[in-house]
């Protein structure tokens, strides 16, 4: 996914430095006759559109007039006009319907006739390759046909067939056919009826298309239908190159979306949209406006605003990796530290348990759970770590408390000393964290300590006992004088 993203940004700046001279002359088409839809706007990107119902004197500002199935036909004035703007080098692209518009039809076949080509006043049937219905006729593209260039397939529906000998042309199917309204075939199956056509005439070309429906919204987005008609207005004003750029946007978006789609759909299942609601929302927002871009032809832009996408997706997920990954460290740290300083047989479960989600943590795909893993085995392997501080703090406060008690003794000068630089040395050990040693120093400390006590007591029992045995002598030998006084009077 990194290759493709850097590929995605490296082909941006390529396409916005070049596109600039590429898009520099601007110019001008006429529509004539009914609205194309939002496929219009995407026209727009590229070109000047005017909307008008009548045919203007002055044709010379127009690069290509396109004629819509017109309802109120065009006038016998109108046919030189566009025949002259034809010979002085103009398109004429004429987009037609079936035989519901028989009348609008038989207008511009009236035009037509000078060309000798012409649109039948049928509809196109397929029986095998179609979309729900045999009138919405699948229809395979052909690179060899400028406006199918790139095009697998378009979605044809209920449109008519084309008559005459063309320069190129896009038909349909060897399972296609055509009839009239009364059922007549025009078209049998194998002759594969053409739906879409071109001659050239003078400096000039005229194109037609036989089916409206195919520019329309509901149409235009199935398929590769807004992919034919901008290549269509391309190829009638002379710009194959924007055909290109065209083609090679629509394949780096479809690359683009095989890889990052599926990619990002999965990371939002594992938590991404849970821990990242907000960048969720805009990543979602960025994809539809792709799609949406997509949809009516405008594949630079798709391209780009997915790029964006997938860019922001990219910077989310590499600080949640990164957020992660600094707590993954620190908790392989407190293990590593642990291990250092010996792991006491009662803390022993305790330990292991911290390890253990540390180990799970950093197997899980989940976003959330392995957040919630690595918080706990650091959690775990932090208070393993202040418990054994706690328990040394407490035992080198024990051996202090002992040293003082000992020192009081005011004999026994070797114990006392060596308690209390074994206590010296504890002290020293846990300031440089090494519990375990530490520990044991102070307990050793308070052993010398209690020795001194001990033998401190014992001293006191034997004076006290001493101090009894000669206060009793003294009372017998008090008691004994006092006989002897008395009979001494007596």
């Given amino acids: 996914m990194k290759k493709i993203i850097s590929f995605s940004v490296f082909s941006i700046i390529v396409f916005s430095l070049f596109s600039p001279f590429m898009l520099a002359e601007t110019q001008n088409i ?20 005017s909307k008008m119902q009548k045919i203007p004197q002055d044709l010379s500002n127009y690069g290509a007039v396109v004629i819509v199935i017109p309802k109120t036909g065009i006038s016998t004035e109108e046919i030189p006009k566009l025949i002259s703007f034809v010979d002085s080098g103009g398109s004429l692209v004429i987009v037609a319907e079936d035989f519901t518009e028989a009348a609008s039809i038989s207008h511009i076949n009236r035009l037509l006739s000078s060309f000798k080509v012409e649109i039948n006043i049928d509809r196109v049937y397929d029986d095998t390759s179609f979309s729900s219905f045999n ?43 055509s009839k009239n309204y009364d059922e007549f075939e025009t078209y049998k199956k194998g002759s594969k009826p053409p ?26 987005v199935h398929e590769d239908n807004a992919l034919f008609a901008m290549n269509l207005f391309d190829f009638s ?76 997706f990219k910077s989310q997920l590499d600080a949640l990796n990164k957020g992660f990954n600094d707590k993954l460290e620190k ?10 300083k010996g792991i006491p047989v009662p803390d022993e479960a305790i330990f292991n348990e911290g390890v253990y989600y540390l180990t799970q943590a950093e197997k899980e795909s989940n976003l959330i759970k392995r957040v919630e893993l690595i918080d706990k085995a650091i959690d775990i392997l ?24 000992a020192k009081k003794t005011l004999f026994y000068e070797n114990d006392v000393r060596k308690a209390d630089e074994l206590l010296t040395e504890a002290r020293k050990l846990y300031n440089r964290e090494e519990y375990s040693d530490a520990f044991s120093k102070a307990q050793e400390s308070q052993k010398y300590s209690n020795r001194a006590i001990e033998k401190y007591n014992i001293f006191k029992i ?29």
Avoid: C
Wanted: hydrophobic share 35%; no cysteine; charged share 25%.
């Fill in 30 to 49: 006429l529509i004539y006759g009914e609205s194309l839809g939002k496929i219009e706007n995407s026209i727009k990107t590229n070109y000047n559109i």
């Fill in 237 to 312: 004003m002379g710009r194959y190159n924007l055909i290109e750029n065209r083609l090679r946007y629509k394949e780096n978006y479809d690359e683009e979306i095989k890889s990052f789609l599926p990619y990002f759909d999965s990371m939002k299942s594992n938590g991404f949209s849970v821990i990242k609601p907000t960048e969720t929302n805009r990543i979602n927002s960025l994809i539809e406006q792709s799609q949406n871009s997509y949809s009516f032809g405008l594949y630079r832009e798709a391209f780009t605003t997915l790029s964006q996408a997938a860019t922001l």
């Fill in 331 to 340: 908790g392989k740290n407190l293990e590593d530290q642990a291990r250092i």
């Fill in 462 to 490: 034997i004076i006290g006992l001493g101090l009894l045995l000669g206060a009793l002598l003294l009372m017998i030998i008090s008691k004994r004088i006092l006989s002897w006084k008395a009979k001494k009077k007596g």
């Fill in 382 to 405: 932090e208070k393993f770590g202040q418990g054994d501080m706690q328990r040394v703090k407490i035992e080198i406060d024990t051996a202090d408390s002992k040293l003082k008690e």
């Fill in 195 to 220: 739906v879409s056509g071109y001659i050239k005439h003078g400096n000039g070309m005229i194109i037609l298309v036989g089916d409206k429906s195919l520019f329309e919204d509901a149409y235009v």
């Fill in 135 to 177: 009138t919405r006729v699948l229809i395979k593209g052909d690179d060899n046909y400028p406006p199918s260039k790139g095009v697998s397939n378009i979605l044809y529906v209920s449109g008519s067939s084309l008559k005459g000998r063309f320069d190129g042309e896009l038909k349909s199917n060897n399972t296609s056919y």
